[in-house]
């Protein structure tokens, strides 16, 4: 089997959970026809109005994005320690999806783009790069943010279970970047791609 099939066969593997909630003939969402690639590593921010509002914060990471569930939203202040619940693995091209998810199927509720951009790996462990995915296996994951509403520092940090998920701390660094002062969550509600609020993709 060649490095290209194995990756392959991974990235199909790490997305079972997600297909297996979902269902393609009803739902929007993408299930996966393509990969990641190398270099400059998307991430994306994306606002879910489900059962209950939250932000979900994905990094293209191994082929995939690594998801955590974000109650509050992410902050850019170091002193806030964000709730972050680690969810199923989503393909890399759900960073482009904004929609409605039907009454029904999981996570049923809007959709947005709330914010989307780049980010470098900032995490080293004896003078060398930890990889995102492993630094996802054992429970540490810094970056740096370079999108439209978010950018520098972010850690984050497992700190146990939570109801069946992983429980993790979103925090954002102290650098040039951090401000006490922003609240992007409550200031800039609308998606940095269509400009559509939740409510609006809801009512459309």
């Known amino acids: 089997m060649t490095g290209k099939a194995r990756s392959g066969k991974a990235v199909s593997g790490s997305?079972?959970?997600?297909?297996?909630?979902?269902?393609?003939?009803?739902?929007?969402?993408p299930m996966g026809s393509t990969s990641g690639r190398g270099g400059r590593r998307r991430f994306v921010v994306q606002k879910h109005a489900a059962t209950s509002l939250h932000y979900d914060f994905r990094l293209e990471a191994g082929g995939v994005l690594k998801s955590w569930s974000v109650p509050k939203g992410p902050s850019t202040d170091p002193r806030e320690?964000?709730?972050a619940l680690r969810t199923e693995d989503h393909p890399v091209d759900y960073a482009d999806f904004e929609g409605t998810i039907p009454e029904g199927e999981y996570?049923?509720?809007?959709v947005i783009r709330w914010d989307v951009g780049t980010y470098r790996n900032l995490a080293e462990r004896g003078g060398k790069k930890v990889p995102v995915a492993k630094g996802v296996s054992d429970g540490h994951v810094k970056v740096w943010l370079e999108g439209e509403k978010l950018r520098g520092g972010y850690a984050l940090t497992r700190t146990g279970p939570e109801g069946g998920k992983e429980r993790w701390l979103l925090v954002k660094v102290k650098d040039e970047e951090a401000d006490a002062r922003r609240n992007p969550v409550n200031s800039e509600p609308a998606s940095v791609r269509t400009g559509r609020t939740v409510e609006d993709v809801a009512e459309e």
């Open 15 to 29: 997305l079972e959970q997600y297909r297996s909630k979902r269902h393609p003939d009803r739902t929007p969402e």
């Open 81 to 83: 320690k964000r709730l």
């Open 107 to 110: 996570g049923a509720g809007a």
